[in-house]
């Protein structure tokens, strides 16, 4: 027997639970997301970091013991030297990506969308339109471990599984551990930076609460837990690990479309929503799960297809030129190395880090960038680099 919905979201994260929400808003829409795991918001393989203002602009307030820490200062280190950032300003918040996917679960499911776990998709077949003249009057079955589906339209939202089908070039293995530790600062973020140790990418820590918090480490080439571990035992104290993730993460930026062939529309992790410079996403994948479920609400009311790549232009306008210069910032890091990393560091000016302490945004932190390492001493290292390219990131 076959389930029918208007619209099927393979893909229980945050934009497929916001792209639910807004589909099954008041419009006698029906909408189900099938979750492959046995509990949304689990595995929890996000840092979660994110600003009070990017969840506002989510149309979500985090209960209160949903907030693990609120980030005052991030230091970050070059393998020889290091800068604190004061980020009070920017409102940054550590958040329990657990409570966080359910809290938009409830929203969604409040308003209609049904929420189905264990269920996993594994094919997806456009069926012949019955009608000529009626652009939507199509179908598309869905087979899953609980039987056939069939929708209008189909929502992959199953993260970076779905986007290295394809492609290989642009992932990095990550490994990262719920911590206690004596040496994690309850309000402290820490970034480390190595072209050795952690080549294209860093280490972390995220702090949950005092003495515990999230150690991580990414980058090209390595084993993950071998170097996560090494980073770990260099704080020369005890620590318990309490839990582990490993997964891949995306840093080459959003695909070409998002919007398939076979009437598939990609959101999140899976359409490459998920920043270059620091593969976080719950703010850009989460607006692109709102934006695709507008546009496909608009499409289905209205009958017209096209309104679908309303969501690609929407996004795009909103972070494609921040994602641009990410990705310009990334090839930097890609290729440089740690002599360079420490002359970089050096060349950070005290009044820059005030500067972007007061007025810096962290959804969008590429400008925070080109104003720390924006002195002319940096600006002759990134162009020995990137030649003319630097100018876009400078722009």
Same mark, same amino acid.
């Given at each position: /027997?076959?389930?029918?919905?208007?619209?099927?979201?393979?893909?229980?994260?945050? @934009?497929?639970?916001?792209?639910?929400?807004?589909?099954?808003?008041?419009? !006698?829409?029906?909408?189900?997301? %099938?979750?492959?795991?046995?509990?949304?918001?689990?595995?929890?393989?996000?840092?979660?970091?994110? @600003?009070?203002?990017? %969840?506002?602009?989510?149309?979500?307030?985090?209960?209160?013991?949903?907030?693990? +820490?609120?980030?005052?200062?991030?230091?970050?280190?070059?393998?020889?030297?290091?800068?604190?950032?004061?980020?009070?300003?920017?409102?940054?918040?550590?958040?329990?990506?657990?409570?966080?996917?359910?809290?938009?679960?409830?929203?969604?499911?409040?308003?209609?969308?049904?929420?189905?776990?264990?269920?996993?998709?594994?094919?997806?077949?456009?069926?012949?339109?019955?009608?000529?003249?009626?652009?939507?009057?199509?179908?598309?079955?869905?087979?899953? +471990?609980?039987?056939?589906?069939?929708?209008?339209? *189909?929502?992959?939202?199953?993260?970076?599984?779905?986007?290295?089908?394809? $492609?290989?070039?642009?992932?990095?293995? +990550?490994?990262?551990?719920?911590?206690?530790?004596?040496?994690?600062?309850?309000?402290?973020?820490?970034?480390?930076?190595? +072209?050795?140790?952690?080549?294209?990418?860093?280490?972390?820590?995220?702090?949950?609460?005092?003495?515990?918090?999230?150690?991580?480490?990414? !980058?090209?080439?390595?084993?993950?837990?071998?170097?996560?571990?090494?980073?770990?035992?260099?704080?020369?104290?005890?620590?318990?690990?309490?839990?582990?993730?490993?997964?891949?993460?995306?840093?080459?930026?959003?695909?070409?479309?998002?919007?398939?062939?076979?009437?598939?529309?990609?959101?999140?992790?899976?359409?490459?929503?998920? $920043?270059?410079?620091?593969?976080?996403?719950?703010?850009?994948?989460? /607006?692109?799960?709102? %934006? &695709? !479920?507008?546009?496909?609400?608009?499409?289905?009311?209205?009958?017209?297809?096209?309104?679908?790549?309303?969501?690609?232009?929407?996004?795009?306008?909103?972070?494609?030129?921040? *994602?641009?210069?990410?990705?310009?910032?990334?090839?930097? %890091?890609?290729?440089?190395?740690?002599?360079?990393?420490?002359?970089? *560091?050096?060349?950070?000016?005290?009044? $820059?880090?005030?500067?972007?302490?007061?007025?810096?945004?962290?959804?969008?932190?590429?400008?925070?960038?080109?104003?720390?390492?924006?002195?002319?001493?940096?600006?002759?290292?990134?162009? &020995?680099?990137?030649?003319?390219?630097?100018?876009?990131?400078?722009?």
């Amino acid at each position: /027997m076959s389930h029918y919905f208007d619209v099927i979201i393979a893909g229980g994260s945050i @934009s497929g639970l916001l792209a639910a929400r807004e589909i099954a808003a008041p419009g !006698g829409r029906s909408v189900a997301v %099938l979750e492959e795991d046995p509990e949304i918001g689990t595995p929890q393989h996000c840092g979660g970091l994110v @600003s009070i203002d990017g %969840l506002k602009n989510l149309g979500m307030v985090p209960a209160a013991n949903a907030i693990e +820490s609120r980030i005052k200062e991030a230091e970050i280190f070059s393998p020889s030297h290091s800068f604190i950032l004061n980020t009070e300003a920017q409102k940054v918040i550590a958040l329990d990506r657990r409570l966080l996917d359910k809290q938009a679960a409830l929203q969604a499911q409040r308003l209609g969308a049904e929420i189905r776990t264990r269920c996993s998709v594994r094919s997806v077949s456009e069926n012949k339109p019955t009608t000529d003249h009626n652009q939507t009057d199509f179908s598309q079955t869905i087979k899953t +471990s609980e039987g056939d589906f069939t929708c209008k339209f *189909f929502i992959d939202a199953r993260g970076v599984a779905s986007v290295i089908q394809n $492609k290989r070039e642009g992932i990095l293995q +990550s490994a990262q551990y719920e911590v206690y530790a004596s040496w994690i600062e309850r309000e402290t973020v820490e970034v480390q930076f190595d +072209s050795h140790k952690y080549p294209g990418f860093f280490g972390w820590i995220i702090p949950t609460g005092d003495g515990t918090g999230k150690v991580g480490v990414a !980058g090209k080439g390595i084993n993950a837990a071998v170097t996560l571990k090494a980073y770990m035992d260099s704080k020369g104290e005890k620590y318990s690990v309490i839990r582990k993730v490993y997964a891949p993460i995306w840093v080459s930026g959003p695909i070409e479309n998002f919007i398939s062939a076979r009437r598939t529309i990609i959101i999140g992790d899976a359409a490459g929503q998920t $920043k270059p410079t620091t593969a976080g996403g719950i703010y850009t994948c989460g /607006m692109g799960g709102i %934006l &695709a !479920g507008r546009a496909i609400s608009k499409a289905y009311d209205e009958n017209d297809i096209n309104k679908l790549w309303n969501y690609q232009k929407s996004w795009l306008a909103i972070f494609g030129g921040e *994602f641009e210069k990410m990705l310009l910032a990334r090839r930097i %890091l890609e290729r440089v190395d740690n002599k360079t990393l420490d002359e970089l *560091f050096l060349s950070v000016s005290e009044s $820059k880090l005030q500067e972007i302490s007061r007025v810096g945004e962290f959804d969008f932190h590429t400008a925070a960038l080109t104003k720390i390492f924006g002195s002319r001493h940096g600006v002759k290292i990134m162009k &020995a680099i990137l030649g003319n390219e630097i100018r876009r990131l400078l722009s």
